[in-house]
């Protein structure tokens, strides 16, 4: 397959992320990349649903992880038959590609079987078998195509049959009794110029006579033959090639392997290794929901780098990332956080400011590389900039997100303030929501040598829904936890009327003492003037730590 470069922001990703991935790639687009793709490794929030619905923008493509799929490996690329082609037309296509397999579909693309040469192989000799009669299931289409042969009457040319080859090769007698022995089954009769056996052949009622060296038969017996409705055609090659190419008309669905089973793009590719071994060939055919084949995947392809690369946007470390991302060549990382000790297999463009958000950054690189900036592109990065700095009040806020939120304000021929409340009330609201989708809405997972944390934030208009839920919210909280075998997990509840801050942690019992916020209640403490998670909570919340390491 071509490969498709994903832009892709964190886990549970926030309406920054979700922005700067579709702005990043539709840049990407603009300067004639189309192999760029906005992606997300997370649902939309309530905040970015309403956006993306009010400005009618298509969502980027959800991704729940990024280990390695069928998908990212396959070739798209392949030669296919038809069920009902001969063998020989098939075997001629494998030759001429030089492929060792073949896909077999029927008429509407629907996956049949695979012709590889072990399948071959194993039927022609079975076919060949001098102990056993030569028989063949074929039509007269497929033997008159497959031998190149002149038809002097057909009928029923279409029809699939099961037939014996007979050569007329002993004496007159010896044939006679060899034909006879026969006389229910289809038989193919393959002879010379010989009246004698051809006048035999039509008392019999054969299924068809093949002359063979380009021989013609007197007009009177094709015309009693036609009268029998025995068809009677002339091959341009001798007894013994004939007979050959007649074994090799037989459709090539009667000699591909139906056994292999076919995989989906979505499958793992740690699903679809086991098969993979199983199979003669060491290839598999790669289907749609439809059934229709769309690829083939074969051992060697997993050996070589994956068709699809990353884009990491809002986000550089790797407890951050979608699922599965070290399988992958990140290309490029726009982000605005701390560095969190990211490692690449190659160099990279790694774009990190202090900003308030990465929808500033992705607002640049459109001004940078002399493009324009579409309207609707306009509409989301300003919702992403005012989104991540609670409408250019939080303490992240800087001179360049003002002048980029008042240029994109311009484009987008709407209110900064306006635009800013009612984005903010979108993602306040809580009812309705369990403490589990409220704290997995916004949460990140940080290091700090071997200690693991996270960090869930919420914002709203006013706290007391959340804090008279409060036990259900550190139960969830505990669970998270536990789930990610953290010292703590916090919940920091954003008041974005008054800019304060409450914060709900579970934690370890020893790290306790090392909280220094006011504290409210058990479990719970107020920080004032307290906003941001990545500018203010974090750089405290990693000071505290580096007092209870030591």
């Not at 900036?373 to 989104?387: E, N, R, T, Y």
């Not at 969830?476 to 953290?486: N, T, V």
Request: aromatic share 8%.
């Amino acid at each position: 397959m071509n490969k498709t470069i994903y832009v892709i922001g964190h886990r549970n990703p926030d309406t920054d992320a979700i922005v700067a991935a579709t702005a990043y790639a539709r840049l990407q687009n603009l300067l004639g990349h189309n192999e760029y793709v906005a992606a997300r490794a997370g649902h939309l929030t309530p905040q970015t649903e309403y956006i993306y619905n009010r400005f009618n923008m298509e969502k980027p493509v959800y991704f729940h992880d990024m280990l390695p799929k069928v998908a990212f490996y396959m070739k798209d690329r392949v030669e296919t038959v038809s069920d009902d082609t001969s063998l020989w037309a098939a075997v001629n296509l494998m030759e001429k590609t030089n492929d060792k397999v073949l896909a077999v579909v029927d008429h509407s693309g629907c996956y049949k079987a695979l012709l590889h040469y072990n399948a071959f192989a194993c039927n022609i000799l079975g076919k060949m078998n001098p102990e056993k009669k030569m028989a063949v299931s074929t039509s007269i289409a497929l033997i008159r195509d497959t031998l190149g042969a002149q038809p002097l009457f057909e009928t029923k040319t279409q029809d699939i049959f099961k037939g014996t080859i007979l050569c007329a090769v002993n004496n007159f007698e010896s044939f006679k009794k060899h034909l006879d022995e026969h006389a229910s089954e289809n038989v193919i009769v393959i002879t010379g110029d010989r009246d004698d056996v051809q006048q035999y052949c039509v008392e019999k009622g054969v299924k068809a006579i093949v002359l063979t060296s380009g021989f013609l038969p007197k007009k009177e017996l094709t015309a009693s033959a036609a009268s029998k409705g025995i068809n009677v055609l002339s091959s341009p090659f001798d007894t013994s090639s004939t007979a050959t190419l007649i074994m090799y008309s037989t459709p090539v669905s009667v000699m591909a392997d139906s056994s292999i089973l076919p995989v989906r793009p979505s499958d793992y590719v740690q699903k679809i290794k086991q098969p993979l071994r199983q199979s003669p060939s060491r290839s598999l055919p790669v289907i749609d929901e439809n059934d229709k084949l769309i690829g083939i995947i074969n051992e060697n392809d997993l050996l070589q780098e994956a068709n699809a690369e990353l884009v990491l946007v809002d986000h550089n470390e790797r407890t951050q990332a979608v699922e599965g991302s070290e399988n992958y060549i990140i290309r490029t990382i726009i982000d605005h956080h701390r560095i969190g000790g990211v490692v690449t297999r190659y160099p990279i463009t790694f774009v990190n400011k202090p900003v308030g958000s990465t929808s500033t950054l992705v607002a640049g690189l459109y001004r940078e590389n002399h493009v324009s900036i579409p309207v609707d592109i306009a509409q989301i990065l300003l919702c992403g900039i005012l989104s991540d700095t609670l409408i250019l009040q939080s303490a992240t806020v800087t001179d360049i997100d003002r002048e980029t939120a008042e240029y994109l304000s311009n484009i987008a021929n709407i209110d900064i303030q306006e635009l800013g409340h009612d984005i903010l009330s979108a993602g306040s609201r809580v009812e309705n929501r369990t403490a589990a989708q409220i704290i997995k809405q916004d949460m990140k997972e940080y290091t700090e040598g071997k200690i693991t944390y996270t960090v869930s934030q919420v914002e709203v208009e006013g706290s007391r829904e959340i804090m008279e839920r409060k036990d259900e919210f550190l139960k969830e909280l505990e669970f998270e936890r536990r789930s990610h075998k953290a010292l703590f997990s916090v919940l920091l509840i954003t008041d974005i009327g008054k800019l304060n801050s409450e914060m709900l942690i579970d934690c370890n019992k020893a790290f306790l003492p090392f909280i220094t916020f006011q504290k409210i209640d058990d479990n719970t403490y107020f920080l004032k003037d307290v906003v941001s998670r990545k500018k203010q909570l974090i750089p405290m919340l990693t000071e505290q730590l580096s007092k209870y390491g030591a």
